[in-house]
C-alpha cells in the first residue's frame, strides 16, 4: 500500500476544499438546460438531498453526482483511497444510503430523480448524446 504523499493535516485541507455546488459538472449541466430553454431552481433545501437542478414545471430532480462521492459503479473515478480504507468505507456507505433514501422520498412525493455522473459528461464526445437523453428524460411523464 502507498503512503498518502500528504500530512494528515493537509490532506484533511485538502480535502477541506473539494466543492459540493456550482462545481463544474454542475454547471454544464444548467449551462445546457438552460440554452434549451428549461427553467429551473438549484440546490432546493426543502427538498430530500436538496437537489442539484429543481424543473417544477416537469415535476424533476437532477443530482450531478461526482463519481468519487457517491460511488458510481464500474466508474475508475469511484477508486478507494489507499489509507483509513475502514473510515472511507464507512463514508462512502453512509453516502450510498443517504443517496437511495432522498430518492426514495423524491419518488414517494411523485418527483422524478435523474442522475448524471460527472464521468458521463466530463468528455465533450460523450456530453451532448448524454445531456440529450437528460433532456428528454425531464420532458417524459411521470410514471406512477
Known amino acids: 500500500?502507498?503512503?498518502?504523499?500528504?500530512?494528515?493535516?493537509?490532506?484533511?485541507?485538502?480535502?477541506?476544499?473539494v466543492g459540493s455546488k456550482n462545481t463544474k459538472p454542475e454547471l454544464i449541466?444548467?449551462?445546457?438546460?438552460?440554452?434549451?430553454?428549461?427553467?429551473?431552481?438549484?440546490?432546493?433545501?426543502?427538498?430530500?438531498?436538496?437537489?442539484?437542478?429543481?424543473l417544477p414545471k416537469h415535476r424533476c430532480v437532477v443530482f450531478v453526482n461526482g463519481c468519487f462521492w457517491h460511488r458510481h459503479k464500474d466508474c475508475r473515478r469511484a477508486s478507494m483511497p489507499l489509507t483509513r480504507v475502514d473510515f472511507w468505507q464507512t463514508k462512502f456507505d453512509g453516502n450510498i444510503a443517504r443517496d437511495e433514501?432522498?430518492?426514495?422520498?423524491?419518488?414517494?412525493?411523485?418527483?422524478?430523480?435523474?442522475?448524471?455522473?460527472?464521468?458521463?459528461?466530463?468528455?465533450?464526445?460523450?456530453?451532448?448524446?448524454?445531456?440529450?437523453?437528460l433532456a428528454n428524460e425531464i420532458i417524459q411523464p411521470l410514471d406512477i
Open 1 to 17: 500500500m502507498a503512503a498518502d504523499i500528504f500530512s494528515e493535516e493537509q490532506r484533511s485541507y485538502v480535502m477541506s476544499r
Open 29 to 54: 449541466v444548467r449551462s445546457f438546460l438552460h440554452g434549451l430553454g428549461f427553467r429551473f431552481r438549484i440546490h432546493e433545501q426543502k427538498l430530500p438531498g436538496c437537489p442539484d437542478i429543481v
Open 101 to 133: 433514501k432522498n430518492q426514495r422520498l423524491l419518488k414517494k412525493n411523485k418527483w422524478k430523480v435523474c442522475l448524471v455522473w460527472e464521468c458521463e459528461i466530463d468528455k465533450e464526445s460523450r456530453r451532448a448524446e448524454k445531456l440529450l437523453e
